[in-house]
């Protein structure tokens, strides 16, 4: 089974949240003990990522329509993407470990930003 969802994803490189589109699914259950493992999968919707261009172009210009072509030739050339994958494991109905990886890429020509995230959590049984 998956489950797809859209919410607000962090901006990683400042400003407003952007919209992004999320999908959760049974990587591998095992009904004779109930372990199991999800995947959670995270990027940037991509009509969000437009829309945000054309308000940073728009700040940009000053909206006054100077240089407008000019602004839209670069912003064509920008991209930016978020790639999130978080495994979580779940035994004996307790979550006890997630790991969760995070890339967000901005490139123009000749220039990138790239965040990395890597976050590892466990839980261990009490002696």
């Given at each position: 089974a998956t489950r797809r969802d859209a919410d607000e994803a962090a901006n990683p490189f400042?400003?407003?949240?952007?919209?992004?589109?999320?999908?959760l699914r049974i990587d591998r259950a095992d009904p004779a003990t109930g372990n199991i493992r999800l995947i959670r999968t995270r990027a940037f919707d991509s009509?969000?990522?437009?829309?945000?261009?054309?308000?940073?172009?728009?700040?940009?210009?000053?909206?006054?329509?100077?240089?407008?072509?000019?602004l839209d030739n670069f912003l064509k050339q920008f991209t930016m993407a978020l790639d999130s994958r978080t495994e979580i494991d779940v035994e004996?109905?307790?979550?006890?470990?997630?790991?969760?990886?995070?890339t967000a890429t901005a490139s123009v020509p000749g220039h990138?930003?790239?965040?990395h995230g890597h976050k590892l959590m466990t839980v261990t049984r009490a002696p």
């Open positions: 400042g400003g407003a949240p952007i919209k992004s589109n999320t999908m009509d969000a990522i437009k829309e945000f261009l054309s308000r940073l172009a728009q700040q940009t210009s000053g909206g006054d329509g100077r240089d407008t072509q000019r004996d109905g307790m979550t006890r470990v997630v790991r969760q990886e995070d990138s930003i790239v965040k």
